[in-house]
Nanobody
Framework: QVQLVESGGGSVQAGGSLRLSCAAS????????MAWFRQEPGKERELVSR????????YYADSVKGRFTISRDRGQNTMYLEMNSLQPEDTAVYYCAADRDSGDSRSSRSFDYWGQGTQVTVSS
């Protein structure tokens, strides 16, 4: 099993920045990719960004491209999401996810492990 713990959420004004962290523990050697999802009340969980654990290859949703940066520290088993130029529409609960597969699926159903979520609130 893999355990994921997010940190770094909070409240900021539009234009501000936040950095999310996701620390993985347990059987971390089985992780091939990790991702950040977000979910607003009443909406489906959507993929924000994804990183392949070994190669570092990244993917970004169009809505965050150029503003968010995903990275990972393999030695620390930690993934990060640097969020700049935050807007009110970025307000959501952000979830860290890990997968034993390195496939291209962007569906939340394809990820095996999840953190508890951290709230990000951006005010105008």
């Amino acid at each position: 099993q893999v355990q994921l713990v997010e940190s770094g959420g909070g409240s900021v004004q539009a234009g501000g920045s936040l950095r999310l962290s996701c620390a993985a523990s347990g059987r971390t050697l089985i992780i091939l990719r990790m991702a950040w999802f977000r979910q607003e009340p009443g909406k489906e969980r959507e993929l924000v960004s994804r990183i392949l654990w070994n190669s570092g290859n990244t993917y970004y949703a169009d809505s965050v491209k150029g503003r968010f940066t995903i990275s990972r520290d393999r030695g620390q088993n930690t993934m990060y999401l640097e969020m700049n130029s935050l807007q009110p529409e970025d307000t959501a609960v952000y979830y860290c996810a890990a997968d034993r597969d390195s496939g291209d699926s962007r569906s939340s159903r394809s990820f095996d492990y999840w953190g508890q979520g951290t709230q990000v609130t951006v005010s105008s």
